[in-house]
């Protein structure tokens, strides 16, 4: 081969090549980003709006429909949800995966600001992106039981811009300190004595606090800016807000009402290890490394800390840098026994030969960690997984070079002939395997969905390394071998080779002669090998994505519907007094109100509910035997609580979803829906194997009806408008303009009817409402307020109304199984005519990942077959080569089986992977054969030579893999155990079988060979 020929007769331009993309690997591995998982931006959003005291069915008529007929109309939107509770909405729109994310989030701002003109006067509505970057990656608290919110608040306002002013920071928030705000508390009597409507008030407050540039003016060769009014900067400019002039007498604000610094009513409430505390959180910038950024943030944080007033403690809890240096650690342990076991398996080479193999792993490692920095990739757990696995593949090449190098030697070649002609002879089946190998993570790369997107790197890395392992297996190998190998080992090799030599002729040649002459039962107890191994299969069951196993978890409260901020805020404390009282729990941050901050790149935050609370618990550690135990027992503990559901989940990896176990009702009454609902929810709590359901209807709401008379309203002059805003400003207050403090943020002027303490229905009782002149007259006089049934909650899919019933998996169940036990059950569930049950949950999401994975493997499979017959240019030498393939599936099968794993979707990227790899050895042994009958040899002849001469690397190669992958299996990741397993039981069935079945398949399907010229 002329590369090689190059390569060996110009060392000095070969050494100095590669010296450079040693360079190149090291700088790259110094400046590549790092983090925990793959930055991705789904093209997911979900829209919240808050619109305080609206019900469901006003939210959905007035607000949901609109938002989701709006945004229908945009181009590949691939479904719709929305979540619909009293005072709060949550649409989420998902487009289809392969579109931009940055592109799809510029239209859906459009759109809705498009339509916020005809949209009711929201508190909120906002617009979150679906991104991992999204992720905080510390999590602190400033705790204090003792000094006023205010001093807590203006202390986290501090730190939230310090944090966001470090380099590579993304954003910084505070969380859990109620809203600071000018309280203004009118005086219904004193405005009825002067005879001023509320609305005349309410512009006069609303006019004051605009802020309107002049614009410039010039003069002779100046600019000046004009500034006239610009808002309210002072308390005493908000008292002094005038709302009637004229007649000589002024009447301001401060004359009809109470104007102070007050805060809004407590909706979220926060504490560290059972102590008040405002939380502050940051994330990280895109590019950036984790660990760097992290180290500058605590940095300040040490800073901030020594300036912090007595009374006052900075807690740091959460630090995903933290899980990323463990997670990457560990892999590098395994790294390390990896390349230990590699050098183990290659010592029948010989010592020379076996550092000459070794070389080639940092130097493709090296070039690897060069592609991946270039073409935008990050060095997270799935490139550091992909490195792992190739680190058993990109050796085979170079051992197949090596190995062929030292026969020539001892046959007698000088050292630059056995390194070229050797070298030569073996190339094109090196080439064709290695392409093999490559074509079958190449349609990972292009998997489709979140789940393709999420693992693309591991692909990629496998591929990077590869490829450049072959580059180096045909350059610097065949140099290193013409400069290092000697001729001190003799015909025979070392005592190494001589000893697996014997095993060969021992073992194997009987076998193979055995099997050559008896070749249809030979393939028949194959073919029944495989049949009864894929029989296996619903044995193995099937999953998703496993656990995230890292050493926190959260604890999700519910209490009843309708229930108050504090009825849920003493079941977060129930929790906390437990947790508290267990061993290995390093830290618990408690949210009452909203869900803790989001820290998982999956899990979405709940949020503006005062019957939700989240507990965010760190431990000391995961143990992978222990903690699963521990988590079972806290459940337990748990699960007594009466007045509220306490939940207690792990996180896991792969897409978002409801539950594991989910099934969404769809149809058009709310009544019906709410019907099949509770049969639903009684079905999943029957099944054997559930935990956790939740039927997010179960219980109706109770709310109060403000019932107006509308001829009395019109007898006494009293506008409608007049009397829905003043039932507000009684009961929630109206935002009517905004302070700015200084260079600090806005804070809203809030008016509302002067009462004490949290509003009550009692306030009602004290409403007035203002006639056009001036009067006022009871609310009881116009309106008749009553309790009524409300509907808790409305689900929408799709724009059609729907309940999804959901339910976790007790540990030691196999989500699949139970899943399926409760969709055999579903046919005693009657179903009136218009509406469905649809199974969703980790079903439907395996559907579409697994959907994507069935086209990646028909791609690689025909790719494959593609090179093979572009290589031997016959049918029947590629499908000798591909009857390995249902060998090493089987034993993939057999793998999950034994160490109790299941079908998940890591496992099936590695029988994806384990194609490519086992057809990598089978070329070998039929390239051989073809060659020794090209030259003459006859054709029994040539199988059990080309057996015995290709056992060696073939086994080599196959132990060297298994030794990379060895420590990740016996790891017990839920994420790439699996798929370990299954390229080692694959590797091993194969190696063993096929050496035995691919000569009989040879026998039995000889091709035609060109006699060599």
Do not use: C
């Amino acid at each position: 081969m002329k590369l090689t020929q190059f390569a060996v007769k110009h060392w000095q331009f070969t050494v100095v090549l590669f010296t450079m993309l040693a360079a190149l690997g090291l700088t790259s591995l110094a400046t590549i980003p790092r983090g925990e998982d793959p930055p991705i931006d789904f093209p997911t959003f979900t829209v919240v709006a808050v619109f305080p005291g609206a019900n469901a069915g006003d939210l959905e008529r007035l607000v949901v429909k609109q938002i989701e007929d709006t945004l229908h109309r945009l181009d590949d939107v691939k479904n719709i949800n929305s979540r619909i509770r009293a005072g709060v909405a949550r649409i989420e729109i998902e487009f289809e995966p392969n579109q931009d994310a940055d592109k799809k989030y510029d239209d859906v701002v459009r759109e809705l600001n498009a339509l916020r003109s005809v949209l009711p006067d929201l508190v909120r509505l906002q617009i979150y992106k679906a991104s991992t970057l999204d992720v905080n990656i510390v999590q602190v608290a400033l705790v204090s039981d003792l000094v006023p919110y205010r001093l807590l608040d203006s202390l986290a306002e501090q730190l939230e811009d310090r944090l966001s002013a470090q380099p590579g920071v993304r954003t910084a928030e505070r969380w859990g300190a109620p809203e600071r705000q000018v309280g203004v508390a009118l005086d219904l009597g004193r405005l009825a004595e002067l005879g001023l409507p509320l609305g005349q008030v309410l512009g006069a407050i609303g006019g004051e606090s605009v802020d309107v540039p002049g614009g410039d003016a010039e003069a002779g060769l100046k600019s000046f800016s004009v500034r006239s009014s610009g808002g309210y900067e002072t308390l005493e400019q908000v008292r002094g807000t005038v709302v009637r002039g004229g007649s000589g007498r002024l009447v301001r604000l401060g004359d009809v009402a109470q104007v102070e610094w007050s805060y809004g009513d407590s909706t979220y409430r926060a504490r560290f290890n059972g102590h008040r505390a405002v939380l502050v959180t940051a994330t990280q910038r895109s590019g950036t490394t984790v660990q760097t950024v992290r180290n500058r943030v605590y940095a300040e944080l040490e800073r901030f800390e020594r300036e912090l007033p007595r009374g006052v403690t900075l807690a740091r809890g959460f630090d995903q840098a933290a899980n990323v240096s463990h997670r990457l650690a560990r892999l590098g342990e395994d790294f390390l026994i990896a390349l230990g076991l590699v050098l183990l398996t290659l010592l029948p080479l010989g010592p020379r030969a076996a550092a000459v193999v070794m070389i080639s792993i940092p130097l493709s490692l090296a070039m690897a960690v060069t592609g991946l920095a270039w073409t935008g990739f990050t060095l997270n757990q799935l490139t550091i997984v992909g490195m792992v696995i190739a680190l058993g593949l990109l050796v085979d090449d170079s051992i197949v070079v090596v190995e062929n190098i030292t026969r020539f030697r001892r046959e007698g070649y000088s050292r630059v002939d056995a390194a070229i002609r050797a070298t030569g002879q073996i190339w094109v089946a090196v080439l064709g395997a290695t392409a093999t190998l490559v074509f079958a993570f190449v349609p990972l790369v292009f998997l489709p969905g979140g789940p393709g997107r999420y693992i693309r790197s591991l692909p990629v890395a496998v591929i990077s390394t590869v490829l450049a392992s072959l580059i180096v297996s045909l350059t610097i190998i065949p140099w290193l071998s013409s400069l290092l190998l000697g001729k001190d080992e003799g015909p025979g090799g070392n005592r190494f080779l001589r000893a697996f030599e014997r095993a060969i002729h021992g073992t194997y040649a009987p076998l193979l002669d055995w099997a050559l002459r008896r070749p249809a039962r030979t393939l028949a107890l194959g073919a029944a090998f495989v049949v009864a191994s894929l029989a296996l299969v619903p044995v193995v069951g099937f999953s998703l994505f496993p656990k995230a196993e890292t050493p926190q978890f959260r604890v999700d409260i519910t209490a009843p519907e309708g229930a108050s901020i504090a009825v849920t805020d003493s079941a977060a404390r129930f929790a906390e007094r437990v947790l508290g009282r267990t061993a290995g729990v390093k830290a618990i941050y408690t949210s009452v109100g909203h869900d803790n901050p989001r820290v998982y790149y999956n899990v979405a935050s709940r949020t503006d509910d005062a019957r939700i609370g989240q507990l965010f618990v760190l431990l000391h550690r995961y143990e992978p035997g222990r903690t699963p135990r521990l988590l079972d027992s806290l459940r337990a503990e748990l699960a007594g609580y009466p007045g509220a559901e306490i939940a207690l989940r792990e996180f896991e990896n792969g897409p978002p979803i409801d539950a594991p176990i989910a099934l969404r009702i769809e149809g058009a009454s709310l009544d019906t829906l709410h019907d099949i609902a509770a049969r639903v929810e009684r079905l999943l709590k029957t099944t054997p194997g559930t935990q956790y359901v939740t039927n997010p209807v179960r219980v109706a709401r109770t709310d109060l009806r403000v019932a107006i008379d509308r001829a009395k309203a019109g007898l006494l002059g009293i506008p409608m408008l007049e009397i829905d805003r003043t039932v507000r400003l009684g009961i929630a207050g109206l935002e009517a303009g905004s302070l700015r403090e200084g260079e600090g943020d806005a804070r809203p002027v809030v008016v509302r009817l002067a009462r004490a303490g949290r509003a009550s229905p009692a306030d009602l009782e004290r409403v007035y409402v203002s006639s056009t002149t001036g009067r006022l007259a009871p609310l009881a006089q116009v309106a008749e307020v009553r309790f009524e049934r409300a509907v808790a909650e409305i689900q929408r899919h799709n724009r059609t109304r729907s309940v999804t019933v959901t339910a976790n998996v007790q540990t030691g169940y196999n989500t699949d199984r139970v899943t399926r036990q409760a969709l055999g059950r579903l046919g005693s569930v009657a179903v009136p005519l218009g509406y469905r049950i649809v199974p969703a949950g980790e079903i439907e999401s395996r559907q579409e990942s697994f959907g994507g994975i069935g086209g990646a493997i028909i791609v690689a499979t025909f790719a494959i077959l593609a090179i093979l017959v572009l290589e031997f240019r016959t049918f029947r030498s590629t499908l000798i080569v591909a009857s390995v393939i249902p060998l090493g599936v089987a034993g993939g099968v057999l793998a999950l089986l034994l160490v109790g794993q299941t079908l998940s979707f890591a496992a099936t990227i590695g029988f994806v992977a384990l194609i490519g790899i086992e057809i990598k050895t089978s070329i070998l042994l039929v390239d051989l054969t073809n060659r020794l009958r090209a030259e003459g040899m006859d054709l029994e002849a040539a199988i059990r030579k080309a057996g015995e001469v290709r056992f060696l690397p073939i086994v080599l190669t196959s132990l060297t893999a298994i030794g990379g992958l060895l420590p990740i299996a016996l790891q017990g990741s839920g994420l790439y155990s699996p798929l370990a397993w299954v390229i080692i039981g694959g590797l091993v069935s194969s190696t063993l079988l096929a050496r035995i079945v691919t000569p009989v398949m040879y026998k039995l399907l000889a091709p035609l060979v060109e006699a060599a010229a």
